[in-house]
């Protein structure tokens, strides 16, 4: 089994920038492709961003592209997202995830899920 906890969430002013972590646990981690949902007031959870186990493949949301980096490090059992020039429609709860692949984290198709960390961004 795989355990996923994130962290680093935080409130920030419009422009600013925020790395979260998400911690896995569990020796078959590295066998999983990783990503982020993130859920709005109000709104349905969205994909954000994934990375392929190996950290080759990456894929994000259009509204992200060019302002937030994912990646992993499968020695420490770490995957982060790098967020820059945040924006306050990115407030929101974001949850780490794990699947078999990148699509199937694209389809939601989702094994594991982190509890949630609350990123609020300010205008």
């Known amino acids: 089994q795989v355990q996923l906890v994130e962290s680093g969430g935080g409130l920030v002013q419009a422009g600013d920038s925020l790395r979260l972590s998400c911690a896995g646990s569990?020796?078959?981690?590295?066998?999983?492709?990783m990503g982020w949902f993130r859920q709005a007031p109000g709104k349905e959870r969205e994909f954000v961003a994934a990375i392929s186990w190996n950290g080759v493949i990456t894929s994000y949301a259009d509204s992200v592209k060019g302002r937030f980096t994912i990646s992993r490090d499968n020695a420490k059992k770490l995957q982060y997202l790098q967020m820059s020039s945040l924006k306050p429609e990115d407030t929101a709860i974001y949850y780490c995830?794990?699947?078999?692949?990148?699509?199937?984290?694209?389809?939601?198709?989702?094994?594991?899920w982190g509890q949630g960390t609350q990123v609020t961004v300010s205008s």
């Open positions: 995830a794990a699947a078999t692949s990148i699509d199937h984290i694209k389809a939601s198709h989702v094994a594991y």
């Open positions: 569990g020796r078959t981690f590295s066998s999983y492709a």
